[in-house]
């Protein structure tokens, strides 16, 4: 009877420290959702310098999210180390989204023009005719001076590789590879720009 009763003790506790841990990953999430839902999201519309590239992995998991954010360093690196190499570079970049839904980005000699919308957090972005009127849609991160314009990643490598083209016939720079043969092996992942006021 003893061991009926002792085995039933360990089983309630066992029972409760579940649900301890699983309301607190509820918990969490709601505070998180909650957080983000009530976050102002800046508008794009005005003038702001490149910082670099910003890159996050998708995932929906919280935890996943933290670890991931070890991972996302090295592919900034690459993608920074890349778009340096024909001018788009921090404090050498900037862009410009006019009221009337126009956008310049200009990075040395480079000067790619197209048009934008912002609806909430989710934009788009539509290049021009030097870019093959490449479009890019994505979100809007941060608030105030600081924000990060994040979009599919195979998308951002597709620029990348485009912008890469534009500047060698210009002559800014050239590459001898491209950035989705340097990245191939990576799945699943948002990049943009880190933008700042």
């Known amino acids: 009877m003893k061991r009926f009763v002792l085995t039933l003790c360990v089983l309630a506790m066992a029972a409760v420290n579940a649900s301890a841990q699983s309301g607190l990953m509820n918990f969490l999430k709601k505070a998180a959702d909650t957080a983000v839902s009530t976050v102002t ?9 490149y910082s670099g590239v910003a890159v996050a992995v998708n995932s929906e998991d919280l ?21 340096e190499k024909v001018g788009v570079k921090s404090g050498a970049a900037s862009l410009n989204f006019a009221q009337d ?5 200009k990075a040395g000699a480079l000067n790619l023009n ?10 788009k972005i539509k290049f021009g005719k030097s870019l093959t009127y490449l479009t890019l849609e994505g979100v809007v991160e941060g608030t105030g001076n600081s924000i990060n314009i994040l979009f599919d ?7 990348a590789d485009k912008v890469a083209q534009v500047a060698t016939k210009v002559g800014v720079g050239s590459l001898s590879s491209t950035m989705s043969a340097v990245l191939s092996q990576v ?11």
């Open 101 to 105: 839904g126009t956008f310049t980005m």
């Open 114 to 123: 197209g048009t934008w919308t912002q609806e909430d957090k989710n934009v």
């Open 153 to 159: 990643g195979n998308k951002f490598v597709d620029f």
């Open 187 to 197: 799945k699943s992942f948002k990049a943009g720009f880190k933008l700042s006021k």
């Open 41 to 49: 999201v800046a508008k794009l519309d005005g003038a702001w310098n």
């Open 63 to 83: 935890l996943s999210s933290i670890a991931s954010s070890a991972v996302t360093g090295p592919i900034e690196k690459k993608i920074d180390g890349y778009l």
